[in-house]
C-alpha cells in the first residue's frame, strides 16, 4: 500500500495523471466547440469586439482632430438607421433567450440576428456623430452606443454559456440578466439619440417604434415568468 510518506511515488503519480487531466479537459473542450451555435457565437464576438474598436476610433478621432462630415447621408438619416436597428434588435433577445434555454439548434442563427442588426446600429451613430457639432454631445453618443455593444458582447458570452441546454439554471440566470442589460443599454442610446437631435432641431419619430418593441419583449417576459 502507498503511503504519504513516500512522496517519490505519489510524485509519479501525479505527473502521471496531469496528462490524463488534460486529456479529458481538451475532449470536453472540443466537444463544446462543436457544440450547435458555438462556432456563430465566436464569429458575432468577433463582429462586436470590431465595432468596439471602431467606437474607439472615433473617440479618439473626436478627442484629437475632430471628425470629417460624412456626405452618404446627414443626421437624420444617421440617426433613423441607429434607431430603426435599434428597434429590430431588441426585438431579437427574445429569440435568443428561447434558444439559449432551450433550442441549441436555433442558437447560431438567433445570435447571427445580433449582427446583423448592431452593425448598422454602430455605423448609423458613428455617422450621426460626424454631423453633431458639440464634442461633449458626440462622446455621448459614442459611449451610449458602446455600451450597447459591450452589452450584446455579455449576452452573447452567456448564451454561448447556456447552449442550449434546460439544465443549465445558472447559466439561464445570467442569461436574463444579460438580456435586461442589453435592453436597458438599448433605451439609453434611443432617448440619448431623441435628446441630442432635439437639441438640434431633427425629429425622427422613432423613438415610439423603439418603445414598441421593448414592451413586446417586457411582455414576452412577463408571459414566460408565470408559465
Known amino acids: 500500500a502507498l503511503s504519504p510518506d513516500d512522496p517519490p511515488v505519489w510524485q509519479q503519480l501525479s505527473n502521471a495523471s496531469a496528462p490524463v487531466s488534460e486529456s479529458v479537459k481538451r475532449l470536453v473542450d472540443n466537444i463544446r466547440e462543436k457544440a450547435p451555435g458555438q462556432a456563430q457565437c465566436e464569429q458575432v464576438l468577433h463582429t462586436l469586439n470590431t465595432c468596439t474598436r471602431e467606437l474607439d476610433s472615433c473617440a479618439m478621432a473626436v478627442s484629437a482632430q475632430g471628425l470629417s462630415q460624412r456626405r452618404d447621408n446627414n443626421l437624420h438619416g444617421f440617426s433613423g438607421q441607429t434607431l430603426n436597428s435599434a428597434a429590430e434588435l431588441i426585438d431579437k433577445l427574445e429569440p435568443i433567450r428561447m434558444a439559449g434555454k432551450n433550442n441549441a439548434e436555433q442558437l447560431g442563427h438567433a445570435v447571427g440576428e445580433i449582427s ?112
Not at 442589453?182 to 440619448?192: G, N, S, V, Y
Request: hydrophobic share 35%; aromatic share 2%; proline share 2%.
Open 116 to 227: 446583423r442588426y448592431i452593425v448598422p446600429m454602430v455605423n448609423g451613430a458613428i455617422g450621426a456623430c460626424t454631423h453633431i457639432v458639440h464634442t461633449n454631445q458626440q462622446m455621448s453618443l459614442i459611449n451610449q452606443t458602446k455600451s450597447v455593444v459591450e452589452s450584446a458582447v455579455t449576452l452573447v458570452q452567456a448564451a454561448k454559456d447556456s447552449a442550449g441546454n434546460p439544465r443549465s439554471t445558472h447559466a439561464h440566470t445570467h442569461l436574463d440578466e444579460s438580456i435586461d442589460y442589453t435592453r436597458q443599454a438599448i433605451q439609453e442610446l434611443t432617448e440619448t439619440i431623441e435628446k441630442i437631435n432635439a437639441e438640434m432641431g431633427v425629429v425622427t419619430g422613432l423613438m415610439e417604434q423603439v418603445n414598441r418593441a421593448i414592451t413586446r419583449l417586457t411582455d414576452k417576459r412577463q408571459s414566460l415568468d408565470r408559465k
